[in-house]
């Protein structure tokens, strides 16, 4: 998916963890589960300036041509580390041993998820690197067009406006238990 609708779901992920926080530490929450979101994007940055460079353009021009037969190179190791789901699966284990909270491993870890369908030739996710088992999505909704970035992140909004009118009500909820 495209990096907002990656960050709009961090922020739902944050709504939905932090429901019973006050509003700034709500609002604070928002904007990590945002960032964390659409972080693991930023594993792909140096593959990005590398295969733009050789394909002899500027090395921040964006061009999908520069990621076509570039399925095995080792730049993509920053990307498929980011995109792995093992290393926030034995981070949450150990949180979870520390009892501590989570949410913000569920913020990093739902963008992989989101990816795996999402995702075919080099960005392919490989969702246990460094274990084998890439995994070929269905297509690349994401490089499509303007249009279907609009369509994604408008369903990415409708959802965190609907989340956002839940968790509303659960406080409603639990502070009129907390008066009786
Ligand atoms: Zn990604």
Not at 6 to 33: D, N, T
Not at 50 to 56: C, D
Not at 57 to 83: C, K, L, Q, R
Not at 93 to 121: N, V, Y
Request: one cysteine or more.
């Amino acid at each position: 998916m495209d990096v907002f609708t990656h960050a709009i779901v961090g922020a739902i992920i944050a709504e939905l963890a932090l429901w019973e926080k006050s509003l700034p530490q709500r609002k604070q929450g928002r904007w990590i589960g945002a960032f964390l979101g659409a972080a693991p994007d930023l594993g792909a940055v140096p593959a990005h300036f590398v295969f733009s460079w050789t394909a002899g353009d500027w090395p921040w021009i964006y061009d999908p041509a520069h990621w076509v037969g570039v399925e095995n190179s080792m730049w993509m190791v920053g990307y498929w580390f980011t995109h792995s789901l093992l290393f926030p699966l034995i981070a949450f284990i150990w949180f979870r041993h520390k009892e501590m909270r989570t949410w913000m491993l569920c913020a990093w870890a739902s963008h992989a998820a989101i990816d795996i369908l999402s995702h075919t030739g080099a960005w392919s996710t490989w969702p246990f690197y460094p274990l084998p088992g890439q995994i070929e999505g269905v297509a690349d909704p994401w490089s499509w067009s303007p249009i279907w970035w609009l369509i994604s992140i408008t369903i990415a909004l409708v959802s965190w406006y609907s989340v956002s009118v839940m968790t509303m009500q659960w406080r409603v909820n639990y502070e009129s238990t907390d008066d009786e």
